[in-house]
């Protein structure tokens, strides 16, 4: 296992091609825009090295026998799965960001099953390709980007239906050693921070999508790869100097435009090359398991939304106010909604066909349903609790200027016996997570990572059951046939 | 273990003192108003019959090593927990009400775990009588109603505050070979189906309630214990004749005011007797076991109610309508949610210093604490989907009238092909789901039973560590001290 | 005007057919079941004849000039329909129940302005027709039935594509001097209450329709003409003899199926016969006058539910409980809500070519989708400050028993000073509302009753001008083109 | 009446003391980070000049009979308080973001009836001076900042008993010819767009608050006055030198922190001066009418967030997808119900003792109170429709880079024909309103402005009537006697 340190060391070693408000990034680990997302990544490892979340934190490798990064796990067990939730929990709560390395463990155990059963039924060959792939991911301790969502164009339109044969990432050439393919890769969380890209089709697929039904590993700077650094709210605060106005001045999630430009995959690191029928399955499973991831992360992050609503009522001087407790309560109480519905999938786990763990289907979806609803009230309770200085406050500059300081620090005092700093810092805090970069995380990636809320219902609609409800329904009712 | 009929027959056998209608019950078994409760009961041990049920239904003693059903369980491991819950899920499905036999369950794991921990701090030696007791119940199959609640009274005092004293049970005489008990237990779930009574306090208790911390057991038709069977909305409507207008003919749940008339309990039934420091612990193991309860048995209830709204949706043609299709969705999506707080609260489950497993008790509450809501939703759902004409539509008598049932045939019919009695079946099975008989039992039951939702609140702010929170946000915003 | 008295005279005059139970009712003005919803009727005469309630219960007819019951006015100016509403709060207020009288005044409205438009653009001669029956009605002070929703069948396929072609009601004959009408109507709340029956459509119609597309008025008791009582939840409670467990024991609501069994209509009492294109206008406007009505009766219902949990909480000594006192302040801010937009559709009303002022639709499908969803949690915060033995008290029977009355007057007291009985109505009362008779019109009459919420969706996405709204966003974003 | 040229060129005679990131604006008219907000006051003067807009942008004066701009109208009649919300409305749509000129507007109405009724009840003499200043505003056509929220310090204690005396702005000397102040204003929404600073007391007072019980008017340029910009969610993107990512490059709000370092108040200008009995009134008013404005301005902005949704919608080319359609109904739904109180409290507007209108405080709370929750659940919906892409998209400068802006333009496609720019252009406008600049009116203001929503709930207590609502209970359920 890697330790925090040996693991940017890695990533300084890539020559990456990522841009920035329209030019290239020389030196992407210590760009201040980027660094916090990768801060975040680096506690993926750091963490591990803490006796106390050992047992999170790292697994045994079923491939291997040796002790792994539990990122780069295959999961053996439903406590594997449960385990997965808790980590994924704790990192929240440490970065308070989106930390983004679940999606290639995600896309990582997905595979797994899905090469597996495409090698049975169709006599392919790609499981054992795909185990390779993993030991190295394993003893190289690599972070891998699972790279799914395709730009898509016209909604309403197929891959293969689509003006632009492009929006989907499709394969363009095939030769003996391999394929040349072309396309882009949308909303890829951590891929800058990655030492693998993990291509995936994105929908459920039909012969004439042949092309299309491709997945493969690369690593990330790969010649012909290269990568457009998305803005978020508030992004450049931290090109302004100060450590205040930003709110979480150590850690940030990021998402990139990846984009392949007729890139070269090898046949070795091919695990899906047209086999349509099987896109559908590993979108579902891929998805199934990063709906559940939400159930950890996004609760860990909920975790410090309500502390620090909590310490702002406390500085406010309203910390017994019933009002203030109920609403306090009311965020605790959804926080652990989603907590139980991911921590009920992975227990109700089962193994597939490659000994790898499934979680439940149906409530992993069910999980990531609620984490499209919750955040978002939780987020308005939290807003309520802050009052509106969170968003009319002078800037950190006032703050710092010697004139204007002591105006602010006058003005601004809550409770007394508490600095005017420490009630402003924790109101930032709130401001990050609410609008600002990491409200990308807590709301929007809430919402649309690892599909939108249709693509749930969807999923729980198919695996409801009805027929058996409606059964059911008809014996208590006394009704015969139909 | 008994089957269903034993079951019913050891009910004929008892001496129970039941009022109804300001009359005394003289036949309670075969009473066309109490009948369906009881059906309820006996499909707890019918189901132990069935083979592909046995898992669910049946375990392993812990005192004895023999099979017995699961209702009179000691929980060994999360896995029972886990269990528990799903037997509930399937009694919900199979009965669509409540089945009541979950209360004494829940009682008996709790009294377990507490006069355990009771006889270590206080020396006290109940836990060795409890235990007899509990072999008692599993060699017998015994259901047991555990009594918690009290009238209370005036809500703004205490036990020992209240003008009139009774108005929380209390020990009103001691002697050498027991006590004597007065006051009554409202709610009573089962009540009048059971062959015991456990008898708990009902909130936490200071030095000056020591007479109301007591606990005991004794049989159901014990001298001086009587019952006044509580009404529902709708429950002359059993004995009108028919079946139709009843909505679920066969299944129902009951509760009564039981009476405790200076009882005499002796010493080998007494589990606590002024311990009231442990009143407290007693109610929160009690409590928590019965909020996961919910987690279970009121999702079994919303299958059926969820079956029935589809089936109305398909009776009226509009099966594949959008906006009917989304409020199924939301439906099941609602009950799923509510199953996974159950599942969580109990794979989370811990032992007890006597073994015996108790869920993660934050978790329970916030599975009950959904119960008390999306229930609600979830009607409302149904009684959008089904339509008006279950509140309108004529009787069951006017439907058998040769001359008016004619015209009622006519006019009712749905899509073609499904009788009209069917299309009047489903919707009043809705009716009584949503505002009949069972309706006390999945909307009323769900937010008061096992505690009003204040209660859970209080529990998950006490659970929710909020010291922790507020330190870990003082951490990401870079905050020192306080 | 008529006073309440003469009301029930002239009822008793009528020779109406009511079935019940399978039998016909042989005097329905007193039949315990049905008076109590003739009393909320009534109510709206009795109104009239007290001094501080003159101003919202009587008008100045625009056609006599002479005073009349508010109940048979056509609104001529926007402050005629803010009055309106604010008269159907105070009867709400009154009879915690559906007063039944408003469907006749909304339909009389509807067509008066449909009429006349039908007649300027077809040459028909319907509105003075029509203006003849209004001013009979006003003149007799009659209570109308407005008779709009059809058995409807198979719900996806319209009128002329059913199997049965009476499943919406049709001329079935045409004669020199009127019509023969076969079908019947369902839900008809206040049917046998009333004087006259006004028939109109129920969807949107084609050409093939024709026959469907039919508007007449008939006395009540017209021959072919009968009446099947709908049943309620608890409805038998009214037979028992005692007025506590009824809850309300002086008013109701009620239904009835309407069965037209080739009735003959007069071609002086026809008031659309075939002129399909204008069935949609009548559907639109009267839903539309409809939908604004639930914007006053059901908040007036609302009011004496929200004084039911306040006076529940201060019986059980909580009315000062923090979280008491912010669900009945959030039960308040909901009911007015609802008011807010059946006053904002009222005062936003305009005029239409016969003077008769409409509603705006817009606002006026927002009060209604906003009455599916509010009386509902409304009902629900009340059943969380009841507490649950609204559902599980002995009988009134059982409290009038001399024995067991004297336990029930010990265990279920409150706060001392308030008699045990005062407790066990408030909360029969509850019981009413939120799951007995009275459920029927504040639950699932303000689902479906001016139609389904899907209904009001419909109209608000054709009434919102989202294209205007798209253009807006247009030019703040700086889009040019489309 | 002001031009919008006029108006602008009046502010670039101010001399404020306006301050940003630490250092002194020197041309605040002009300053890029501030302009958008003049450009939405300035819109409020340039809407005036449309012929169409004439009869809500203007007024007739009732102190000259003059021909005004509403903005300084004082409302004659419930037609004007109507008026006043659609003119919001209005200018909500227009500028997309706070406008900022209702404030003052509110101060003096509320101002106006409380000075006249405090002279009466004290016999001072502040209604004359008052009118003095209203006739000064209305010619001058000023902009006037109502200036209300102190920054309070610690919230569980009252102004005289704050550490520091000065966290309620306060008088710190009376002289012959005027007194004295001391104190800041903090969330001073448009304080730098403003001609005129109206001071109010934040809270109801007490005896001992008296040097807090002040209330006067200066011009915001008035020697002694700073202002310390307020830093919002994105705002350097507006020096970033581009358009795209502003997302509403041509409107804006703005915050100051305002500071009143011992600054002299004339005589003339003083229109509260100790009268601690009449705070209570003051705020109550000013904040009923600043919480009808939302009931118009939040609608308004509303408009344009839906309009912004369904036209990415139908770029996605998903216009039709049921889901879609859905989430918009909604959205209008939600967004029309707050309309509806805004409109309801004002119909229902009576006049006060001075003849000015004041609405109805019940429902005015009631709309507010809706309005800290609805644009967060219209925010959650347009974050649904909108997609990822709104936060992961490339900078501007990304897509103006010849080289990336080919991969842009062809990956962000999405239904053809339209130019992938105005893609980009809407989604930057949803960011925007959802978590950028505008967010910090649509959502924190929305929350806090006019009073956090516990300030509601606690004037919709003391409005509800709860007695005349137990009584109706009462009355219904046969209770004699409480």
């Known amino acids: ?86 980590m994924l929990r704790l990192l929240g709560q440490k970065t308070a960001s989106c930390f983004q390395r679940c999606v290639g463990m995600d896309a990582n155990n997905a595979l797994d099953s899905v ?17 390779r792939f993993m030991k190295h991911v394993q003893e190289e301790d690599l972070v891998v980007d699972g790279a799914m969502t395709d730009p898509k164009g016209d909604r309403s339109r197929r891959p293969a239906e689509q003006e632009d044969p492009d929006l989907y990432l499709r394969i363009v050439d095939r030769k003996p050693d391999g394929i040349v393919v072309r396309g882009a890769k949308l909303h890829q969380t951590g891929a800058v921070a990655s030492r693998e890209i993990l291509v995936m089709p994105t929908v459920a697929m039909r012969e004439e999508d042949r092309d299309y039904a491709v997945s493969f590993a690369l690593p990330s700077d790969t010649e012909g790869i290269f990568y457009i650094y998305g803005r978020q709210s508030c992004d450049t605060r931290k090109i302004e100097g100060g450590d205040l106005d930003v709110g979480n001045c150590m850690y940030g999630g990021s998402e990139a435009m990846v984009i392949f430009e ?6 070795e690191r091919i695990f899906m090359c047209g086999e349509h029928e099987f896109a559908g399955m590993l979108v579902e499973r891929f ?3 990063h709906r559940q991831s939400y159930g950890g992360c996004k609760v860990g992050v909920g ?26 309560i009311e965020m605790v109480h959804l926080n652990e909604t989603l907590y139980c519905a991911g921590i009920a999938c992975s227990c109700q786990g089962n193994p597939t066909l490659s000994g790898t763990y499934l979680i439940d289907l149906l409530l992993a979806n069910v999980c990531k349903l609620n984490v499209t609803r919750y955040p978002y009230e939780i987020t308005r309770l939290a807003e309520d609790i802050a009052g509106g200085l969170m968003v009319t406050m002078p800037s950190e500059k006032d703050f710092k200027n010697e004139e204007l300081g002591k105006y602010i620090e006058k003005y601004l005092r809550g409770v007394s016996g508490v600095p005017t700093e420490n009630r402003m810092r924790v109101l930032r805090l709130i401001e990050n997570l609410t609008l600002g970069t990491a409200a990308v995380g807590y709301r929007t990636e809430s919402m649309h990572g690892a599909g939108s809320p249709q693509a749930q219902r969807v999923v729980i609609t198919r695996q409801a059951n009805l027929e058996e409800k409606k059964k059911l329904a008809r014996e208590i009712a006394g009704i015969r046939g139909g």
């Open 262 to 267: 007729d890139v070269f995959v090898p046949n």
């Open 1 to 86: 296992m890697l330790t925090g340190e040996q693991y940017l060391d890695s990533l300084r070693k890539l020559n990456l091609k990522v841009y920035m408000f329209g030019e290239k990034v020389e030196n992407v680990v210590d760009h201040p825009i980027i660094r916090p997302s990768i801060n975040s990544v680096a506690k993926t490892y750091q963490l591990t090295e803490e006796l106390e979340h050992e047992d999170l934190m790292t697994a045994t490798s079923s491939l291997s026998g040796k002790k792994i990064n539990r990122f780069t796990h295959l999961h053996q067990s439903s406590e594997d799965l449960v385990k997965k939730v808790k």
């Open 303 to 328: 975790d410090v939304l309500i502390g620090a609503a909590a310490q702002a009522a406390e500085y406010n001087g309203v910390p017994r106010a019933s009002h203030i407790k109920d609403k306090i």
């Open 287 to 289: 998805a199934g398991y």
């Open 115 to 131: 090469t597996c059963e495409m090698d049975q039924k169709l006599g392919t060959g790609y499981h054992q390709r795909f185990r």
